[in-house]
């Protein structure tokens, strides 16, 4: 079992941690939690944290990879890549250039010899709508991209399919896109039974059964999150403006971690 000197955590809002709790002014998300663990077993241990919200898979290749190189010393160095869900959301989306582009970014980070994470994720929601079912193809098809580029060159897969149960809405933000901090501290935990690490065996059991919402609630809720995130997730595309425009990543250089 490798006992990692250090993690660096490339990606978008998922790895940033958005809508998980806040800590010193920034998102926790499961890649804190999960150096968190990390380092208990190592005194000299750092964290690097270069994702950043709403960024598409050409920006985390062409900026976060090549910072992120420099810090890879080898097997040592744990190294996470998600990143193309965003991409996979956008109306112009073209799965064979998009799967070209993710490929590109695996390589170049195998060539460093660094350990790698990556991720397939949800490909069902709730719905038999149209946009369930665009949802379901594109995002299916993206799992089976990233589980060959997986096996092509060495990377640990975490498996959205080992625990569907996870698509459960009550591990989501009210945005209905990110997890909230249930779900990362799952998710850290998912990562670390992956790499052989001290885990909660308790991340594997689903919620009890949700009760039946009443049709006024679950239709005001639903106005909710139209008028609170989809209509402003529209207006952004319009202006062609990102969530993630001027921000710059929460850890941008090794950091130690205890």
């Known amino acids: 079992m490798t006992a990692f000197t250090r993690f660096i955590a490339l990606g ?11 800590v010193d002014g920034k998102y926790r998300g499961w890649a804190d939690r999960t150096a ?36 890879i010393t080898g097997p040592e160095t744990l190294v996470s890549f998600h990143a193309g869900a965003n991409d996979v959301l956008r109306p112009n989306y073209q799965a064979d250039a998009a799967f070209a ?13 660094a350990t790698l994470i990556v991720f397939t994720v949800v490909d069902r929601v709730e719905g038999n709508g149209k946009t369930a079912q665009l949802w379901h193809e594109r995002f ?31 591990f989501l933000a009210k945005d209905r896109l990110h997890l909230n901090s249930d779900g990362h501290w799952r998710l850290s935990q998912a990562v670390l039974e992956k790499l052989g690490k001290d885990f909660d065996p308790n991340w594997k059991i689903p ?12 239709n005001s809720e639903n106005l909710f999150w139209i008028i609170s995130f989809v209509i402003p997730w529209i207006w952004r595309r319009i202006r ?14 090794p950091v130690s971690w205890k």
């Not at 978008?12 to 806040?22: F, H, L, N």
């Not at 403006?241 to 990543?249: H, M, T, V």
């Open 101 to 113: 582009k993710y490929e590109k970014g695996i390589s170049e980070l195998a060539k460093t010899q």
């Open 12 to 22: 978008d809002s998922m790895t940033e941690g958005m809508c998980d709790e806040i």
């Open 207 to 218: 919620l009890a059964p949700a009760r039946k919402k009443s049709w006024v609630r679950k």
């Open 140 to 170: 299916s098809a993206f799992n089976v991209n990233v589980r060959d580029v997986a096996k092509k060159y060495g990377a640990i897969i975490i498996e959205a399919d080992d625990a569907k149960w996870l698509a459960d809405l009550r």
């Open 240 to 253: 062609g403006r990102s969530s993630g425009d001027g921000r710059s990543a929460k850890y941008e250089t």
């Open 36 to 71: 968190d663990t990390l380092a208990k077993a190592n005194p000299n241990f750092t964290y690097t944290n270069l994702a950043i919200r709403g960024k598409l898979l050409n920006q985390v290749i062409d900026d976060q990879i090549p910072a992120a190189v420099t810090y």
